[in-house]
């Protein structure tokens, strides 16, 4: 996961130096602070038995949420959330800001985000979700507290969410769209599954890619960080649709 981790921080630091620039030194910096151990930790904690797969809703939920607040707290960002953290509307999105250094683009925000909701328990067997969405929830901590000590700071402001209540039907992310904390959002990048290398059609090692690719104009900037970060972007014709809520 490191790896890809890497393409998806570089993502995010082109769209939010607005406009697009080349990967500077001081953004290389940030991207070698990417700890491999940090991300496994978080995981090991998300992903335990002890929170039970993390149904919407579960106690193992509720305690998933606490931690990701804590952790955008640990980094300094900003609540935006109606109770602290949480847009408690929605059951509890976890949302935080930060800032931009730009007057005129602070107001503006790219957003990331993840669902760290999963299956919970059937019968005797907890579905972790290590993967699904783990492993997207731990990188958007990950990249918030990465970015989080930048100085200056991305010139447009980053809105770190994860969502509640995906495998329900997105009930999360409709929430968050209905009830945006950006006045204006230029772009999501929204994580899922970046955990696993392999594929029924092989392995994926040093890869990714988008649902949709051919329907977004993120996909050349997707494609630009990996190329500066070693990780080739590929358009996987079985995620290339464009799902119906889309037209």
């Known amino acids: 996961m490191p790896r890809r981790f890497t393409v998806l921080l570089a993502a995010v630091l082109t769209i939010a130096a607005a406009p697009p620039v080349a990967i500077t030194d001081a953004q290389r910096t940030v991207l070698e602070r990417i700890s491999a151990q940090s991300l496994e930790g978080h995981l090991w904690f998300i992903a335990s038995d002890l929170l039970e797969g993390r149904a919407t809703p579960s106690r193992g939920l509720d305690i998933a949420a606490e931690y990701i607040a804590a952790q955008f707290r640990r980094a300094g960002l900003e609540p935006a959330g109606d109770n602290g953290y949480f847009q408690m509307g929605a059951a509890k999105n976890v949302a935080g800001i930060l800032r931009g250094s730009d007057p005129q683009l602070r107001d503006t925000c790219v957003v990331l985000s993840a669902h760290y909701d999963h299956l919970g328990v059937r019968g005797d067997q907890i579905y972790n979700g290590a993967n699904d969405d783990g492993s997207g ?15 200056p700071r991305p010139k447009r402001s980053i809105v770190f969410v994860t969502f509640y209540g995906e495998e329900l039907g997105e009930r999360g992310s409709q929430y968050f769209v209905r009830h945006p904390v950006c006045p204006s959002t230029v772009a999501d990048l929204n994580l899922e599954q970046v955990g696993r290398t392999d594929s029924t059609e092989g392995p994926r ?22 190329e500066a970060t070693g990780i080739r972007i590929y358009n996987d014709p079985k995620w290339a649709f464009r799902p119906p809520h889309w037209r």
């Open 137 to 151: 929830t731990v990188s958007v901590i990950e990249i918030a507290s990465v970015l989080a000590e930048m100085n």
């Open 205 to 226: 090692a040093g890869s990714a890619t988008l649902t949709g690719f051919d329907f977004t104009d993120i996909a050349p900037v997707i494609e630009e960080a990996g």
